[in-house]
């Protein structure tokens, strides 16, 4: 069975393009992302991707002066994320979902 994500990976602001990078790669074919991610890193459908991370700190050496923003929506309801790469290491970000406070006056 498996636990199946969407992924979707860009490029922090201001940097190099995604289309740029993922062609270079997908000519290489040193990693498989083009079964992950479409050429502007989107999803092709939800997959299961457990090295994803070990995949992305190698990737991310590739290009070391870029930051990868690899994103996340699991199967489950909640299941949001993002990871920073760059040059090798990581960060993770994990969502936080809030309601705003109930407003008497929004009734209709």
């Known amino acids: 069975m498996g636990y199946y994500t969407s992924y979707t990976l860009k490029v922090h602001e201001g940097e190099r393009r995604i289309q740029d990078i993922l062609a270079e790669e997908f000519d290489n074919g040193e990693f498989d992302l083009e079964y992950i991610l479409d050429e502007d890193g989107n999803p092709y459908d939800s997959c299961k991707w457990y090295d994803h991370e070990k995949d ?3 990737f991310s050496k590739l290009y070391p ?3 990868f923003v690899l994103s ?3 199967e489950e309801a909640g299941d949001l994320w993002k990871k920073y790469f760059r040059n090798g290491k990581m ?3 994990s969502v936080f979902i809030t309601y705003e406070a109930f407003d008497e006056s929004k009734l209709r």
């Open 65 to 67: 002066d870029v930051t």
């Open 56 to 58: 992305m700190r190698s």
């Open 91 to 93: 960060h993770e970000c």
């Open 72 to 74: 996340g929506e699991g």
